[in-house]
Every structure is written in C-alpha cells, then in structure tokens.
C-alpha cells in the first residue's frame, strides 16, 4: 500500500474530503415485464455523483493515486482524452484542487458536455474526423504531455487504475446494497467505453469464487469489440470509442451484448417519462442489455448494471427527438412498471 509523503498529506486529504461527494450511489430493483412476463433488473443511479455521472469514481481515485505515487503534483496541468463525463470529472476535480485541465475530445460530442467542461475552467480541444476523430484526441493529449513540463495524463484507456477504483469501490457497494434486497449478482453487463467499470466491477464479483457472468456491451451500429478495430457510427456517446482500449482484456469476460443506438435512446425515453429517472442515451443502452442477459438466463436471474449519467447532458441529442421504433427493438415488448431502490 502506497504511504503518503509529507509532501503530498495535505492535498490527499483534499482528495479524501472530495471523495465523500463520490460513491455511494443508490441501487434501483427495476420491476418490468418482458413480452408479458414479470421480470426485474438491478441498476446503479450514478447521476448522484458528485458531477453526474460515473467517471467522478474513477478520475479521484486516479488523482489520489498519481498524488501519492508522485506522478501528480500540486499545479501540474491536468491532460486527458474525453468523449465527455471524463472531462467534466478531471476539469471539475482540477478546479477544486488547483489544477489546469486540458481536455481533447470529438467534435461531434453533445454541446451540453462541451459547455460543461469549459464552466470548470478547462481547456477544450475539438478534435475533427478529419484530425482523427477520437484516437486523434488520444495522440494530441500525448503530443502536448511530450511538449511541456508539468504535466499529468490519466490515460483512462491504459491505466490499471481505472479498473481499481470500481473494484474497491462500484463492486463492494453493489454487492452490499444487493445483499439489502437478499440477493447476489449471476451477472453483470454494462457499456465499455474505457471499460473500466465492466472489468473493475466484474473482478470483484468474481472474487468471491461465485461464477458471475460479466458482459461487455457494445452498440450493434459499431461493433468494435467483436471486430477489432473501429467500423459504423453510432450514437451512444460515452462508449465504443472507435478502439479497444488496453486495459479491456475480453479473455475475462463473457459473451458481448449489442444494442442497437436507436433502441437505447428509446429505453432510455421511457425510463424517464414512465419511472422519472432523469438518465442518458448509455443507461437505456444497459437497461437492455441486462433485459438481454436476464433472459438468456432463463428471466429470473440477478442481472445488474449502471446508469451511468442524466439526462441533463444530451439536451441537444436525439434523446429529446421523437426516434423511430424499428421492428429489431427491444424496447416495445418492454413494459415498465416500478422501481425500487436502496442506498
């Protein structure tokens, strides 16, 4: 275990009391019904934490670690590669500890995560499809790191902290808030992006020697992980971003669940209008992915999952838009009908 440096005390302890706004989040039973049947999936509110969305875990357990590894010191400039939650997190966390934060991300992500970055005081770079879309975003945040002093990259996609922070974290509080509804998890599925929370979550349920399924979910419009490389577009911002990241090892989990982008924005309609939960395009994605995975369990086993952020960040998207139901959707043999939930 790293030990703090007398250096470094003061400002960890600033981490620690900016932690407390991080974590533990509300754990919702969903009760639904399936082409008529009764059925329930467990689901993670992330929009609690302290920015909205999931990634708070992840970027303070990153900067507490950099600190206490001395990667990270007081006034260094924050750099990171973000298709959104990732640099609301970095930039607000880097306002509240003293940090310049530079974010590179697509230009084609929603203008509510843009606007949102700059209110912290970070630096957006848009980075076109012609720059290099998002992989682009990735080298011009190394191309700045190698170009100036003080500086510290997360690098979400390739840091074995990523996948700590919800193995010490997501994993424990969700099987301890499953133990309230006296259940355990036979699976967990969620969105990769950095894939972080599918393989940090899935190592902790899996340690206990129970055999838990854990899915990756990828959009059926642009299946990189079944492919290998970047293929389609898609509109699920937030994961599948246009490669696979390193710390995503596929060799430990199971079967990859597709959603197709047009279903997720429409699951993700009905949760709000129908339950009044406030949640974003990739939360729908992995409501139905757990729906999947719970039917190929036979319907009535414990799947969960996250919601990984509102609402509140895809004003301008197609999520307020009137979307076409398509005949390959899941979400009109769906029926929602009430949740629960449990802190």
Known sequence: MLMKQPETESVVDRVDAI?????????????????????????????????????????VFTIRSAYLKGTLKPGDTIVEASSGNTGISFAALGAALGHPVRIYMPDWMSHERIELIK??????????????????????????????????????????????????????????????????????????????????????????????KVHPL????????????????????????????????????????DCWDGDAILMAQRLCGELGLAVGISSGANVLGAITVNEWLGGHSTVATLLPDSNKKYLSTDLFHTEPVLPKYLTPRVELVQFSAVR
């Open 218 to 257: 990828e959009p059926a419009n642009s299946p990189t992980l079944r492919r290998g490389c970047c293929v389609g577009h898609h509109r699920i911002q937030g994961i599948s971003d246009e490669f696979i990241p390193t710390i995503v090892h596929l060799d430990e989990l199971d079967e990859i669940v």
């Open 19 to 59: 932690s407390t706004m991080i974590g533990n989040t509300p754990l919702l039973k969903v009760n639904y019904r399936f082409d008529g049947h009764p059925r329930s999936i467990f689901a993670k509110y992330e929009s609690e934490n302290m920015t909205g969305s999931v990634k708070d875990r992840m970027a």
């Open 119 to 212: 209110t912290f005081g970070a630096t957006v770079e848009l980075v076109s499809h012609q720059q290099g879309g998002f992989v682009g975003s990735v080298n011009k945040a190394e191309a700045f790191a190698r170009a100036h002093d003080h500086v510290f990259l997360p690098r979400q996609f390739d840091n074995d902290d990523n996948i700590t922070a919800h193995q010490e974290s997501t994993g424990p509080e969700l099987e301890r808030q499953l133990a309230m509804f006296d259940v355990e998890a036979d699976a967990f599925v969620a969105g990769v992006g950095t894939g972080g929370s599918v393989m940090g979550i899935g190592r902790y349920l899996s340690s206990s020697g129970r055999s838990v």
